[in-house]
DNA sequence: CTGAAAGCGCTAACAA
DNA sequence: TTGTTAGCGCTTTCAG
């Protein structure tokens, strides 16, 4: 069918109702209560507004008059492609998707880049709520979605007191795995984590930035390893943790050489995240070193590709995750009280975790 | 004061503006404007906003007014999670989320599932443009978009006549990639591909559907198959080509099964798209054939995981892609008539083809 | 089953 | 610099 060349007239719902010698509510109503109209009747309208290149009611003055945008917007603190790049995010993405498609509702990507300050992105959209993932505590993106009057829901944040939230219990989990590594005798380990607050800091951390980051999923991480270590005896402070700003292989591996070459006896390295944890295995291995005959490299998220690795690590339902925030969300109706919801997670034994050989004839002879 | 209500109406810049004993003119300015006030009555508004817990102007309302929704819709086929599932799929996304951020416009995911043919959610969507990303071409969701009164960028799609779109010449592509099949000597060979029209079909593939398949990518793509070997004398008709619905390696490992069964003297297994490819890649291997030595398998698309497992396939931008139909999108201000941008592709010559065994002389066509 | 009236909350000429 | 005046396009009681 050819489309008509002329100028698409701007069509509106008065125009048409003029036009039928209707009433306005005689074509709202065929359009949004059918029954409330003969049949036939509403044939004429939507046929004439066929005609007329009415293309249905404005969804904007709608969503103004219903009070309802039908959609929920989802705060990410990186650029907003940063989230197909990395498969949590990607997981995250996937199962708050699923959510959003069961109740018919649009998911709207907030362009938040953490570089700019500018929060205007987050005044301008048009959503009945907010899911915000992971942004660090004082992100000016996160107060400006607590400013507006719809409901929220954060994931992986610390308890904000008046809303909803999602997420892990990060501090059990890590201290689960630094337990594993304790108990397979390791003392002497080195860290890597991912950024800590907004400033960039390619570099080691001191306890004092460890306990004050603005990223609570990884400050309880590191809080639970500092607390499963500290109770065998181990001084956290002497113990080499690793920062990185970008969260890549690449960041993995430059942070691994770094913590090597601070202490090159360190029998384990812990890192914050699968993607972290890939980059160290391959700086590890690139210095010649064996895993875990060498050194134990652990994870932590549960990605396909830190399965694929053999990664000893920490499995999180990150899919979950998005499901459950936007469900939360969603149902948000009979919602009184804040609600928060804790998934459990799963410690993964992997073949990049071993006891650390102690003495030069183990390392000859082997297990 | 004598205020003492205590449920709050939510405040609006009308009863800001009351309050504050200034119009609303001034109010909307403090917002929109901060050049067109003195900086001192300003910040009075401002303070005295923060006071009423009033969080700025009502987005909606204000899309309303200036008929500008700050964001673009995306279109997909698929269920809104599939996205996340197929890498060529995410690699889209990421470039038109790229395009978006750039531009500081939201991206809204449309909720359009195929199964149902709910269109509401494309007549609700609050968006100044849409972006449609390989669906039939007579898909309901499509045509609602078309009626939409603002600017589409379709992807993957024929000529619609009157709107954008960007893609590669899928047809040009595969005919290269079955050049370089005939010319290793493959003459008798199998097909699988992806869906051809909304109707589920796991199964084998006429000639009439292959012409008239309602996704253009598939449509063309066998096409450029069909005329490479048709050119060296193959009969098409008697080409086995595996239709599967669903987009996976286990559809592709079954489509892979069927066609070795139609006929194992096959050299050559050709599927339209890396998903398939790894999938048929294995079910192969699971029958003891060796690759390429026993049969060539091929792929389309130059995913990631397509390049680790060495395929043979084709290779397309596909960031690329999402970020020309950004641009494009959001370039239509100097918009005139439709335009288009077609990518270019790469064949890339993995190690999963090569000469059927007994034409060793052709060999010499080299690595 | 249909219509009249009353906004939803905001912005943008244009005046003052 | 500030205010006045008109809507943006629609939904929704509430009467008839």
Redesign the interface.
């Known amino acids: 069918m050819?489309?008509s060349m002329h100028v698409?007239r701007?069509a509106t719902l008065a125009s048409l109702a003029a036009e039928l010698g209707v009433s306005r509510t005689t074509v709202s109503n065929a359009y949004n209560r059918p029954d409330q109209l003969s049949p036939e009747l509403r044939r004429r309208v939507l046929e004439t507004a066929r005609r007329l290149?009415y293309?249905?009611?404005?969804?904007?003055?709608?969503?103004?008059r219903t009070r309802k945008?039908?959609?929920v917007?989802l705060l990410l603190t990186e650029?907003?492609?940063y989230?197909?790049?990395d498969p949590a995010a990607?997981?995250f993405?996937?199962?708050l998707?699923?959510a959003?498609?069961d109740a018919?509702?649009?998911?709207?990507?907030?362009?938040a880049?953490p570089e700019r300050e500018?929060v205007?992105?987050v005044?301008?959209?048009?959503v009945d709520g907010f899911v915000v993932y992971s942004v660090p505590d004082d992100d000016p993106h996160l107060a400006a979605v607590l400013?507006?009057?719809v409901p929220t829901v954060v994931c992986d944040q610390p308890d904000l007191g008046n809303v909803d939230r999602v997420g892990i219990d990060d501090q059990a989990a890590m201290h689960a795995l630094a337990q594993h590594l304790i108990s397979l005798g390791h003392r002497r380990v080195g860290v890597v984590c991912m950024r800590l607050a907004r400033d960039r800091n390619d570099d080691f951390v001191t306890p004092e930035r460890q306990q004050a980051a603005h990223f609570h999923v990884q400050r309880a991480r590191l809080a639970g390893l500092a607390q499963a270590f500290a109770s065998v005896g181990v001084d956290w402070a002497t113990v080499p943790v690793a920062e990185r700003f970008d969260h890549t292989m690449a960041s993995g591996a430059a942070a691994a050489a770094q913590v090597l070459e601070r202490d090159p006896q360190i029998t384990a390295l812990i890192c914050t995240s699968d993607i972290l944890a890939l980059g160290a295995l391959g700086e590890v291995r690139r210095r010649g070193m064996r895993v875990p005959a060498d050194i134990t490299v652990t994870g932590f998220d549960g990605i396909r590709e830190a399965e694929q690795a053999g990664l000893t690590t920490v499995r999180q339902p990150v899919m979950e995750k998005g499901r459950a925030a936007g469900k939360l969300l969603l149902d948000s109706a009979e919602r009184t009280r804040p609600r928060a919801v804790t998934l459990s997670t799963e410690l993964v034994l992997g073949s990049t975790a071993a006891s650390p050989r102690g003495t030069a004839e183990e390392r000859w002879f082997g297990p």
């Open positions: 050819a489309r698409r701007p290149g293309p249905g009611p404005d969804p904007v003055a709608r969503s103004l945008a039908g959609a917007g650029n907003l492609s989230a197909f790049r990607i997981g993405l996937e199962g998707a699923l959003c498609e018919g509702t649009g998911l709207l990507l907030v362009p880049n500018d205007a992105a005044h301008r959209a048009g400013e507006r009057p």
